[in-house]
């Protein structure tokens, strides 16, 4: 038995909930702030049997990896500028801390 | 010294709060969501001497291991049921996932 | 790698932030509330590399150790006592409990 300990971006947040509901496996949500993104963060609690740590990990990995995305500026910053067309600009997004914490003992009642 | 982090539902935390409080165990808490459950829960971190962990184990499993309750529905269920009596029915309420942790250095300023 | 989980008054907290961001310590915030503190309390969650958790210990000793300072009771409660002066009195503030923990793995995504 293991506890993962998975910080990750709030916008990969709900993907990954249902993945572990699908899974069977018990997550439980803190309401977390900061690393240096001024954005909410989530962190994810959970106990997991030690052969299943690796399917978790690819599971946080997969939802919320580092990556590029093309996001279309809104429309509204565009009103002064007639005759512009708004092009999608690339953003990083996600991201995910995971700690992999030993247990000692683990109890259910 | 462990780290002893218990999630509990919030209808046990009240009754487990006051109970640290008189056995003078310092346990912090933190608002989180989850599980399979949709209603909130309640997670302790309680730093605490090897020789307590049970006594601290006995304390949670105590306040909110699972079991059976009887509720009688509220009243305006039965509204549109003239003559019909609310009987009590049985729900299943509490539980509790506790992990307990080694800590390599424990300090207080 | 290290896990350190430090539990300061809010109080103390924005300070603590601020230095985490100068030194490049990614520290994630949790709020929580308790101990025997009626008054909030922040938990930073900060994995942080094995030669540099002392000095995040000295980091959070500075920011939060327990101390006594000068506090004028607000003006408002001397309304009714007309030529008595407001005295500056003694109070307790600060304090920080803090668990280095071991992990069996870091990873970022
Ligand atoms: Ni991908
Ligand atoms: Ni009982
Ligand atoms: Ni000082």
Redo the contacts between chains.
């Keep these: 038995m293991?506890?993962v300990?998975a910080?990750v971006q709030d916008k990969d947040a709900s993907q990954l909930?249902d993945q572990f509901?699908d899974a069977n496996i018990?997550?439980?949500?803190?309401?977390?702030?900061?690393?240096?993104l001024k954005s909410g963060?989530t962190?994810y609690?959970i106990?997991i049997d030690d052969q299943r740590?690796d399917e978790v990990?690819a599971m946080?990995?997969e939802a919320?990896?580092?990556r590029e995305e093309f996001m279309t500026p809104p429309v509204n910053l565009d009103a002064s500028m007639e005759g512009t067309t708004a092009y999608p600009v690339k953003v990083q997004v996600?991201?995910?801390?995971?700690?992999?914490?030993?247990?000692?003992?683990?109890?259910?009642?």
């Design positions: 293991k506890l300990i910080i909930s509901i018990r997550a439980t949500k803190l309401s977390t702030t900061g690393g240096f963060n962190t609690m106990g740590v990990l946080i990995k919320s990896h580092s996600g991201g995910a801390t995971v700690f992999v914490m030993p247990i000692e003992k683990f109890q259910q009642f």
